[in-house]
C-alpha cells in the first residue's frame, strides 16, 4: 500500500495527462524512532477538481487506525479508479469542474506498516482531538490518558499529534470557504453490517445539522432502497472524547457558519469476513480487514456506488441542504423519530 502510494504519487507529479488534474500534496514526512535507518513515512494528499475556494468537497481520509488496513485499501482504490477515469471521461472532466475532491489514502503511514491500531507514539489518532465527551463514555474505549501501554491513549491535552495536524491543516485551508463539503472516513470493525455514522460522538445531543443529514440519507436510500448500509448517529453506538471530525466540524462552524458540512464515518462490519473465514482471526490483520483477495476487490467495488452518489449530491447539494423552513422543519422531526 505504501508503495503503491509513492508510485501513484510520482506518476501525477511527472509531466502527462494527469499534471494538471490531480494536485498532489506532501502533507507531512513522519519520522518513527523505532527505526534505526532513519526512514520517513510521507502522508500524502490527493486533490482532484475545482480550485475556486467556494465549491463544494469531498474530503476522504483512510488509514487512520493502522491496523484496519481495508480503510486506506479502499481509499486508493476510489483514488486511483478516479484518476484513470478521468484521462478519457468527458462526463467526468465536466463533474469535477465544479466540485472538488480530496483523498488522504493513509493518514496513520507509521500504525499501518507496523500493524498497530495507533501511531508511532501509540496514540490513537481517532481519540487525539481537543474535543471532550459531555456525555458517559465507555471505559477505556471512549478515550483514556492513563497509560500509552493501553490502547485508545488520547496522547497531549495541549497539541494534536502531527498527523492530524497535517490533516487538519489541509481540511480547513480546503473548506474554510467552501459552499458544502461531505467528509468521510473509512474504518473497519464493530459488527456484521456496514454502518454509515454521522456526529455527534462526543455527546448524544441530536446534530446541528439533522434536517439536511436526513434529507441526504433519504434522498440517498430513495435513489438506492437496496442498499447495504445502515445509516444512524454515532451515538447511537457509543461515545468517545477526540473524536477528529466532531472537532473539524465545531471548528469549521466557527470559521465559516453558514457551510453545510456533513462528517461521515464509514465503518465496515468486519465480522461479516471473520464469519465467512473464520481462521483468518490467526492472522494479525484477520480480526479488521477482508484477507482472502477476491473479498477485498467485492469490497472495493460494493462501496463504489456510494462514492458516486457523494460526488453527484455535492454537485446538486442544492437539492437537500438548501431546505426552506417549513420542509427543514418537517425533516427535522422525521429524524428525531428515526433516529432519537
Not at 184 to 202: A, E, N, V
Not at 317 to 327: F, G, K, M, P, R
Amino acid at each position: 500500500m505504501i508503495d503503491s502510494l509513492s508510485k501513484l504519487a510520482r506518476l501525477v507529479s511527472q509531466d502527462g495527462p494527469l499534471k494538471d488534474l490531480v494536485r498532489l500534496e506532501t502533507l507531512a514526512d513522519i519520522q518513527h524512532e523505532g527505526d534505526g535507518n532513519g526512514q520517513t513515512y510521507p502522508i500524502y494528499s490527493f486533490t482532484i477538481g475545482a480550485g475556486e475556494p467556494s465549491a463544494p468537497t469531498l474530503f476522504i481520509t483512510g488509514g487512520i487506525h493502522g491496523i484496519e488496513r481495508v480503510g486506506a485499501q479502499l481509499a486508493w482504490s476510489l483514488l486511483k479508479t478516479t484518476i484513470d477515469r478521468l484521462v478519457w471521461d468527458k462526463a467526468h472532466q465536466e463533474l469535477f469542474r465544479h466540485i472538488r475532491l480530496v483523498i488522504i489514502p493513509l493518514v496513520n503511514p507509521v500504525g499501518y506498516k507496523k500493524f498497530k491500531r495507533s501511531n508511532g507514539n501509540n496514540v490513537d489518532l481517532m481519540r487525539n482531538s481537543p474535543v471532550r465527551a459531555v456525555d458517559r463514555t465507555p471505559f477505556l474505549v471512549g478515550g483514556q490518558r492513563y497509560t500509552s501501554a493501553l490502547p485508545w491513549y488520547q496522547g497531549r491535552t495541549d497539541e494534536m499529534e502531527k498527523e492530524n495536524q497535517a490533516v487538519a491543516q489541509k481540511f480547513f485551508s480546503t473548506t474554510e470557504k467552501s459552499s458544502c463539503v461531505i467528509s468521510i472516513d473509512f474504518h473497519s470493525g464493530f459488527g456484521l453490517k456496514d454502518r454509515l455514522w454521522f456526529p455527534f460522538s462526543y455527546t448524544k445531543k441530536p446534530f446541528d445539522l439533522l434536517p439536511e443529514v436526513h434529507a441526504f440519507a433519504r434522498l440517498f436510500e430513495e435513489t438506492y432502497p437496496f442498499h447495504i448500509y445502515h445509516i444512524e448517529p454515532q451515538s447511537k453506538s457509543y461515545l468517545i472524547s477526540g473524536d477528529l471530525w466532531d472537532h473539524f466540524y465545531l471548528e469549521l462552524k466557527k470559521k465559516n457558519p453558514s457551510v453545510i458540512y456533513l462528517p461521515l464515518t464509514l465503518e465496515m462490519g468486519s465480522w461479516s469476513w471473520v464469519k465467512k473465514n473464520p481462521w483468518q482471526l490467526f492472522s494479525r490483520e484477520g480480526i479488521f480487514n477482508p484477507v482472502k483477495e477476491h473479498r477485498l476487490k467485492r469490497t472495493y467495488r460494493r462501496h463504489t456506488l456510494l462514492f458516486e452518489f457523494m460526488l453527484k449530491a455535492l454537485y446538486s447539494h442544492s437539492v437537500w441542504s438548501q431546505l426552506d423552513e417549513t420542509i427543514r422543519k418537517q425533516h427535522a422531526h422525521q429524524a428525531q423519530e428515526k433516529w432519537y
